[in-house]
């Protein structure tokens, strides 16, 4: 067994937390610790969102700073930080920018810095969306499968008619495009809108709009392998998100790897984050104004995917082995 090279700190394990701490792990010997034992943790402690614990992260990499020891904490939504339309935004900024000058502390954007200079003033260094590459071969090997009818689909029936499939997953906010989609689909009819994920509760009463129109709908929290079925019956994935919302999409990122075109917010970070990439996307305007054709073809860029492991797996390592 392979020592320990880096701690990880994750205030809870919800969301995609337990996926991502698991993923770490499978690219470089770590384990999961507590608050109290990252203060004096003799190896590197890596914060697996700093959003979740700021202050946290500021004290904890201050502390050990002054005990020499190393802390690096990955930034998941830079843009406010760059934009700091608030006082609470402008106090975070201004510790980041601190934490740059401390040399035993690393801040990694999961969004890249070309896509907004002002990222480099608040980060040391940026990775790619882990869902932009992290998926295994046993798990593309299952979409496929369910793509391709080998393995029967079982968390969700869409409607049997000709027109694509236009499929949410995930939890179902408002700042996660729900109502967007509620918009779209009144004004609509050339698509099958797909529902897979728990539904806010304040928002439950737009389902009945949805079935009224024949929308497909399962409310509740899905597990991995669900999620990987419901990219497989997708034409296309809606990630059209709120623009308080203009950060990393790891439902757009599992897109990409997965080869199924996603629906992005026109002007939104990750319209350009596609377009600097050479991706695939659509916008909902396209979906409205062009007569979409059924898109079951796998737009899977091998080459791209491995690039962004590459390059990710290369500055985490340099950070954590500094």
Sequence with gaps: MEKIKVYLYSKSMEG?????????????????I????????????????????FLTYFI???LRAMLKRRTIGLLFRPQPLAEALTLRLKIKRTLLKTLKKINLTSTLSIVPSYLNESFEGLSDDWIYDFQLW?????????FRNYRNGIKPIEIIKPQENKKPNLVAIGSQTKAKGFIKLIDFQSEANDYNIVIVGKIKDELIHYTEMLKSNN?????RIVSD?????AYAIADYIWTVYDENYDQASGI???AIQLGVIPVL???SLMQKFCETENIQFLTIEDLRNAKVKRNFENLRNEEKIKDFRKHSIKVIKEHILK
């Design 16 to 32: 995609h937390r337990k996926s991502y701490i698991d993923f770490i792990k499978s690219i470089i010997p770590a384990k999961k």
């Design 34 to 53: 507590t608050l109290k034992e990252s203060i004096f943790a003799n190896k590197p402690v890596l914060f697996l969102m700093i959003e979740e614990s």
């Design 60 to 62: 904890i990499s201050i």
């Design 134 to 142: 992290d998926l295994n071969n046993e798990e593309l090997d299952d």
């Design 215 to 219: 929308g497909t709908i399962n409310n």
């Design 225 to 229: 392998s669900e999620i990987i079925q």
């Design 252 to 254: 757009m990122g599992r």
């Design 265 to 267: 917010r026109k002007g």
